[in-house]
């Protein structure tokens, strides 16, 4: 397996001895889920797959090595960097992004004090997610976001898993660069889980082009301001918008002269428009562009792109809304 | 001859004495520069959120590098060294070797903080730190008072053994 090393590392001893063994297109690595008691589980080529202890891929629940609560504690023992304290407020989110721009979603006991999550306990599920930077999947979406020098506002939509993250990250660097003869533009990023730039000790790990400023492990309302404030930039990006905060702070992003590049979560066109929060800016027309992901295929890959009027520009015409 | 044979022995065995009572404080010395260094890291903790690899790092930096000293910038080290994470447990106890019988102190007294270090939320890390510290506290200031007592013995000790070697030459 091509190990990458931010993974491997973070991993309790024995399961990278499992890793070790196992024939793994790293590339093709979506998730590992470990669950105390429960089989080890990979997302693997779109499919789910059990690893047994000799690291053999295969579909037999029996064969497949179960995780113990030790290697749950001590794979978050990595995952914290010793120091599990520092990582509360994370924790208390129910994730944590690692070296590489990976997520590792976190679940067991929550304590809750006055309706709040004050922590997560007795850690038990942990779904490491790996991010895969695929380097120019935004071409074919960048000539329908920037044209004459024009960056549109631009929503991509898709569901989990589809490689929303990927394709923004990719026109963020695309649109910083420039293309052919369209010019370079400055781009401020504000990404509040890091899995954008993947900013390690603040400097992006992850190739976001020469023009981009990056505002890691920010809040997305408070950072959309300070950078529009403090970096003058031309376009904004964002990931996962979804809270009333968020569409604010897209509102006054919009009325500086800022471009907005965004993503949501969301099945089509409709399910977005169905959102009260969002249904104001579609009805506005603030964003131009809306590019919506096919589900269960390749990572990035674009199924439609619609204008603000509802026009089909890529993809089947006759699904147009 | 015999005579600077027995001043020799005598001198011998009074440097002896006097190297061991210093021991005696260096060790007390030691205990006080951990107690500092651990109240240290729980500041570190408790208001700087500061993950332990660069607190150890931080507690390590020293113009006069110490016993105490040199395994924290040891451990810092060890903990950010990256791809070859070995458990927090396991690297205390490795660079711990040695640091705790310099402090006087038992094996199992240094590696009660390093079991569950990392491993717990704020409020609880911190707590368990103090009730450290308050350890330490009582125990520095037990080998505090006996200190004068251990380095009279020791001196005597060695002045005694001295003299009975230079009876036996005699």
Redesign the interface.
Known sequence: MDKPEEIISVLALELRRIFDRAELSFAQLQEIRLRTGQPLVILYQNQEWYLSEEGKRGKRREDACRVSAQWIRETMEYISNYSLYACEEEIRKGYLTIRGGHRVGIAGKAVVEENQIKQITDISFLNIRLSHEVIGCGRQAYSYIVQNGEVYNTLIISSPRCGKTTLLRDLIRLISNGMQKEPGHTVAVVDERSELGASYQGVPQNDLGIRTDVLDNCPKAEGMLMMIRSMAPEVVAVDEIGGSRDVEALRYAMRCGCALLATIHGAGMEDVRNRPVIQSLVDMHMFKRYIVLKTRAQIGQIAFIYDDQGNCLYGREQEAV | MKGIGMVFILAGAFYIGQKRAGNCRRQVLLLEEWLQKIEQLKGE?QYG?????QAFERLGQSARPTPVTQFFQKMGER?QQ???????YTIWEEEGKGLFQQMAMAKEEFLLLGQS??????AV?TKQVERYVQYLTQRLQEQRSQLPARQKVERTVSLAVGSLLVMILL
């Open positions: 903790i959120k500061t993950p332990l690899p903990l990256y791809g070859q994470k070995q458990q927090f270090m990392g491993q717990l939320h704020t890390q």
